[in-house]
């Protein structure tokens, strides 16, 4: 049983939902990346999405893009995200999940990225841009390395996909709750409670959803839907609107409580 498998089971018994945020690694910079991610756990986070800057990001909005250009004008590179990583996994015990396009983890080796995550203590790995149909080898390799290979679905994903979607899924199922790139709403699509339902015909996977949520109002729509909700462009501007300052961490820690509700 994996981390992610754990911490869903763990919030079931607890009769709630999960909390999902997600930061940029080396954003503003690796060391305030650190302590963002101390803050999270302490705030409540029950997972933490870390995103590997790549130069490319086609399905991010401009407020993530940003995040990764300021991480990358720092120097980032993924070995030493996956170094910071394992710095953290001595003192962080909520589940990391690994999200990135597949262009930089191709050009780091994927045999090798598996190896190398799973000795920093990496629990899932997102690959936003890998099609379900090409996944069988890469999913295949982390199965043998015990690591949650975790998918997309979308509005527009047929039912014939969302099957393999549920196949070569495990830890929890990402919804998407509308097409487009990652940003802040003022909404939430109609579209999600359809896809959820959609999802729960083929897998009994905890299902995350993400993609514009932002608010309380929005966190709170979703767990009534699913198992957990993804925060990240929301996260990531109030990052941005902290710059430079003393208690950025702890601001990001004061925003996702009162995301949860807290404050």
């Not at 029950?46 to 250009?69: H, K, M, N, T, W």
């Not at 999200?99 to 080796?109: R, V, W």
């Given at each position: 049983m994996t981390r992610?498998?754990?911490?869903?089971?763990?919030?079931?018994?607890?009769?709630?939902?999960?909390?999902?945020?997600?930061?940029?690694?080396?954003?503003?910079?690796?060391?305030?990346?650190?302590?963002?991610?101390?803050?999270?756990?302490?705030?409540?986070?029950?997972?933490?999405?870390?995103?590997?800057?790549?130069?490319?990001?086609?399905?991010?909005?401009?407020?993530?893009?940003?995040?990764?250009?300021?991480?990358?004008?720092?120097?980032?590179?993924?070995?030493?995200?996956?170094?910071?990583?394992?710095?953290?996994?001595?003192?962080?015990?909520?589940?990391?999940?690994?999200?990135?396009?597949?262009?930089?983890?191709?050009?780091?080796?994927?045999?090798?990225?598996?190896?190398e995550i799973k000795r920093c203590g990496v629990d899932g790995l997102l690959i936003t841009d890998l099609s379900v149909e090409e996944a069988e080898e890469p999913v295949k390799l982390l199965r043998l390395a015990e690591i949650?290979?975790?998918?997309?679905?979308?509005?527009?994903?047929?039912e014939e996909r969302i099957k393999m979607i549920a196949d070569y899924s495990s830890g929890f199922i990402y919804a998407v709750s509308r097409m487009g790139v990652t940003g802040t709403r003022k909404s939430i699509s109609l579209e999600v409670e359809s896809l959820v339902k959609r999802i729960r015909c083929h897998s009994k996977l905890p299902i995350a959803v993400g993609f514009g949520i932002s608010a309380p109002g929005h966190v709170k729509q979703i767990w009534n839907q699913s198992e957990g909700a993804v925060v990240g462009s929301a996260i990531v501007q109030c990052i941005e609107e902290n710059l430079g300052k003393s208690d950025l961490a702890k601001q990001v820690g004061n925003f996702t409580r009162w995301l949860k509700g807290e404050s």
């Open positions: 992610i498998t754990e911490k869903f089971r763990q919030i079931k018994d607890e009769g709630r939902k999960a909390l999902i945020p997600f930061v940029t690694l080396g954003d503003p910079n690796l060391e305030e990346t650190g302590r963002i991610i101390v803050e999270l756990e302490k705030a409540g986070a029950d997972l933490i999405e870390l995103g590997v800057p790549f130069s490319d990001p086609l399905a991010d909005g401009p407020i993530i893009q940003r995040a990764q250009e300021r991480a990358l004008r720092e120097g980032f590179t993924l070995d030493k995200g996956l170094a910071l990583i394992a710095e953290l996994r001595q003192k962080v015990k909520v589940p990391l999940v690994l999200f990135s396009y597949y262009n930089p983890l191709f050009a780091f080796g994927f045999k090798h990225l598996v190896q949650d290979s975790i998918f997309l679905a979308a509005p527009t994903s047929t």
